[in-house]
């Protein structure tokens, strides 16, 4: 069956435009994870669903970035107004049963974002 | 915030020699789990380990946890160069969800 997918696969904006990032995870995932992965760093937490409403955000950096899961199934980031700092990989993760705790989490080929 | 560091930070071997990475970790947890990464993008999980078992097999792979030293272990035997690539231990601390991540050992493999 199909994998965790990411789209789009590399995206380039400027210094103050707005980007998403979508995320389908593995058909019938329940549980949903956005992670960040900066050159040279383990990936790093920012937000996971449960559902449709986020668990747990508290790794989002910063007000600018948002996330959303309407329907329980795909996902959408949402970064607004962005810095050069927020250059990175960002990767999609999901899991059959909430919780990594009880259940390995599947990747995402990830999103990697350039901030000119 | 990174949750802890593998050493070696980066490890060359020959084709058939063992490579072993460390992971040493802060907090109390519910698991430990190692991922693989090639390129700088999907990762690929191995093996879970729970932090009530000591070792785990799966494969050629041998992870090893000390929950008394916070640290863990992976070996990978008889290696090949496909096994070039980076490594990550990752936990789930007791109570959370989510993975934290440590800082990853680049391993390659020369033919």
């Known amino acids: 069956g199909a994998g965790v997918s990411q789209t789009p696969s590399n995206k380039v904006t400027e210094k103050g435009k707005y980007v998403e990032l979508r995320c389908d995870p593995i058909s019938g995932h329940t549980a949903l994870y956005w992670y960040r992965q900066s050159l040279g760093q383990g990936p790093e937490f920012l937000i996971y669903f449960q559902g449709t409403g986020a668990a747990d955000d508290s790794g989002l950096p910063n007000d600018r970035f948002f996330a959303v899961r309407p329907e329980g199934s795909v996902s959408t980031l949402k970064i607004q107004r962005t810095e050069r700092g927020d250059s990175a990989v960002y990767l999609c993760?999901?899991?059959?049963?909430?919780?990594?705790?009880?259940?390995?989490?599947?990747f995402g080929p990830g999103t990697r974002l350039t901030v000119l | 915030s990174q949750q802890g560091e593998e050493d070696p930070q980066a490890l060359s071997i020959q084709e058939g020699e063992n490579a072993t990475m460390n992971c040493s970790y802060k907090t109390s947890i519910n698991n430990l789990q190692w991922y693989r990464q090639n390129s700088g993008r999907g990762l690929v999980h191995l093996i879970l380990?729970?932090?009530?078992?000591r070792e785990k097999h799966s494969g050629r792979l041998r992870v090893t946890l000390d929950t008394s030293k916070k640290s863990s272990s992976l070996l990978i035997t008889a290696s090949r160069a496909a096994d070039t690539a980076s490594y990550f231990c990752a936990t789930v601390r007791t109570g959370a969800n989510n993975l934290f991540f440590g800082t990853g050992t680049r391993l390659t493999v020369i033919p």
């Open positions: 993760a999901s899991s059959l049963t909430p919780g990594a705790a009880a259940d390995t989490q599947y």
């Open positions: 380990i729970r932090s009530n078992e």
